[in-house]
């Protein structure tokens, strides 16, 4: 797919969650929370509260680890894991297969895709 340039979260690296809670800001902060820039994109890093007891460092490694995969295969990071199931790993800490598709988000497919890569990388994490 071509990019777009301006419109999708891809070309802004923001994403439609974000513009979601900027614009409740921008309203008074009313609505359910706001969502964290992309680090990959320079934008500032995720705020400490989005984190609900999951280790930043240990998110932010899961993040990198997420793009390389995402930019090997030519997909957009959402596709890999979105932040919420990278914060859930990184508070939970699996260190099994098992353990990972304990994890909301993470399924059969992307266990088998994926699931080798991200318990060695938390694995190094401990």
Same mark, same amino acid.
Do not use: K
């Given at each position: 797919m071509a990019p777009c340039g301006d419109a999708c979260d891809v070309c802004t690296g923001e994403t439609v969650a974000e513009r979601a809670a900027a614009a409740m800001l921008r309203q008074g902060g009313r609505g359910r929370g706001? *969502?964290?820039? @992309? /680090?990959?994109?320079?934008a500032a890093a995720p705020k400490d509260y989005l984190f609900g007891g999951a280790d930043r460092g240990a998110?932010?490694?899961? @993040? /990198? *680890? @997420?793009k390389r995969l995402a930019d090997e295969a030519? *997909?957009?990071?959402y596709i890999?894991?979105?932040?919420k199931v990278l914060q859930e790993m990184a508070s939970r800490r699996p260190a099994t297969p098992a353990e990972l598709l304990e994890v909301p988000g993470v399924g059969p497919a992307k266990?088998? @895709?994926?699931g080798a890569v991200f318990l060695e990388a938390l694995s190094r994490l401990s």
């Open positions: 706001a *969502v964290s820039r @992309r /680090a990959t994109t320079g998110f932010e490694e899961l @993040r /990198a *680890v @997420r030519g *997909v957009p990071a890999v894991f979105s932040d266990l088998e @895709r994926y």
